[in-house]
């Protein structure tokens, strides 16, 4: 039912770009904030980017500023991060998130995965 399908992962060179792409279905897609999660081998995993439900607000790790943009198009129930430059240490398992506040309980969806590995 409740889905979210990663996209775009590779291999590529340092310096060179990707685009993912997260396409949700099964719940309120425009209600939810989105996020990129990412987990490098034998690390946590840790919070990329994220954007708020109607995509007014942007946040992102120090890491990636400047380098990645995630946006989203709530007509088509999709979330994207564009990476450029990209740096062997971005090497990961990058992962979409859904999340959703109310006002006394919280939900999150998470997709399967998508590997992004950055080498010459």
């Known amino acids: 039912q409740v889905q979210l399908v990663e996209s775009g992962g590779g291999l590529v060179q340092p310096g060179g770009s990707l685009r993912l792409s997260c396409a949700a279905s099964?719940?309120?897609?425009?209600?939810?904030?989105m996020r990129w999660y990412r987990q490098g081998p034998g690390k946590e995993r840790e919070l990329v980017a994220a954007?708020?439900?109607?995509?007014?607000?942007?946040n992102y790790a120090d890491s990636v500023k400047g380098r990645f943009t995630i946006s989203r198009d709530n007509a088509q129930n999709t979330v994207y991060l564009q990476m450029n430059s990209l740096k062997p240490e971005d090497t990961a398992v990058y992962y979409c998130?859904?999340?959703?506040?109310?006002?006394?309980?919280?939900?999150?969806?998470w997709g399967q995965g998508t590997q992004v590995t950055v080498s010459s």
């Open positions: 998130n859904a999340h959703y506040r109310g006002f006394t309980w919280e939900r999150d969806y």
């Open positions: 954007i708020t439900s109607v995509g007014g607000s942007t």
């Open positions: 099964g719940f309120t897609f425009s209600t939810y904030a």
